[in-house]
């Protein structure tokens, strides 16, 4: 059984980075599409962007391409998200998910093993 833990998360300014970590045990991290996911409060989870499995393809939301990337590193068995140019419309609960597919796929219920979730919240 896949586990992925979460990290990074926090408070910033608006204009500001963040970078989330997610660590994967249990299984053969390199056999999965990776993608990062988001909550925003009162809404429903959305896709943000994915990388995959070799790190070598990335795809991302309208929303975020241009100011976030997504890279892997499969020896360390972890995917990264890096923010920057925050804006307070990025305040959410970010999740990071693996899929067995090999494209990238942005539908949540597709997706097989997620991680606990870290708030991001960007201040005005």
């Known amino acids: 059984q896949v586990q992925l833990v979460e990290s990074g998360g926090g408070l910033v300014q608006a204009g500001g980075s963040l970078r989330l970590s997610c660590a994967a045990s249990g299984g053969t991290f390199s056999w999965y599409t990776a993608g990062w996911f988001r909550q925003p409060p009162g809404k429903e989870r959305e896709f943000v962007g994915g990388?995959?499995?070799?790190?070598?393809?990335?795809y991302y939301a309208d929303s975020v391409k241009g100011r976030f990337t997504i890279s892997r590193d499969n020896a360390k068995n972890t995917v990264y998200l890096q923010m920057n140019s925050l804006k307070p419309e990025d305040t959410a609960v970010y999740y990071c998910?693996?899929?067995?597919?090999?494209?990238?796929?942005?539908?949540?219920?597709?997706?097989?093993?997620w991680g606990q979730g870290n708030q991001v919240t960007v201040s005005s």
């Open positions: 998910a693996l899929d067995t597919s090999v494209v990238v796929r942005t539908t949540t219920s597709l997706y097989d093993y």
């Open positions: 990388i995959s499995r070799s790190g070598s393809g990335t």
